[in-house]
């Protein structure tokens, strides 16, 4: 009769991270926990305290949201390059699913996977909780969508194709 073993993903701390310095124990330590956990489960789960946990919980049920997908939407995010677009249903690694997008720096590949995956409208904005004066709102909310036609809107312009984000969306 096979186990039923249980799996749970490592969790590492980034609370402190104030002393998470270069060439320090703690980072040594750290820099392990990551390496470890990367290598034998391919993630882990970060603590960090500055992150309310209704924050979180929203971040993961966005994230959530996307691979509750019917797998015959996920397979529409496909890539000619290996482990790009939607890698799932892998035998030997059963929980295992990813969503990439597959030329980050195409605007047409961009386009392509906000209409596979986000509703029309959708805005990105900085979580309030994260914003403060120490940590200072630096770009204001935007359509992605509206980003990416910026951008290719801006070819015959003189603007640095570096700041258009800076451009679009500079607060």
């Known amino acids: 009769m096979a186990s039923t073993k249980s799996v749970k993903v490592p969790t590492i701390d980034f609370s402190n991270h104030q002393e998470l310095k270069p060439n320090t124990p703690l980072w040594e330590s750290t820099k392990i926990q990551v390496f470890e956990a990367l290598q034998e489960y391919g993630c882990f789960e970060a603590i960090y305290d500055k992150v309310p946990n209704n924050v979180r919980e929203d971040m993961f049920g966005i ?12 397979l529409k995010n496909i890539s000619e390059k290996p482990i790009y677009g939607y890698m799932g249903m892998i035998p030997q690694l059963p929980l295992y699913e990813s969503l990439c997008i597959p030329d980050l720096l195409n605007p047409q590949s961009l386009e392509t996977f906000a209409n596979i995956f986000l509703p029309q409208g959708h805005f990105i904005e900085a979580l309030k909780e994260l914003v403060d004066e120490e940590h200072p709102l630096l770009f204001k909310p935007y359509e992605m969508l509206g980003l990416f036609k910026f951008g ?9 194709p570096n700041d258009v984000f800076k451009a679009y969306c500079g607060v």
Not at 152 to 160: F, L
């Open 63 to 74: 994230s959530k949201e996307i691979f509750e997908f019917p797998l015959e939407t996920k």
């Open 152 to 160: 290719t809107a801006q070819t015959g312009y003189s603007i640095n």
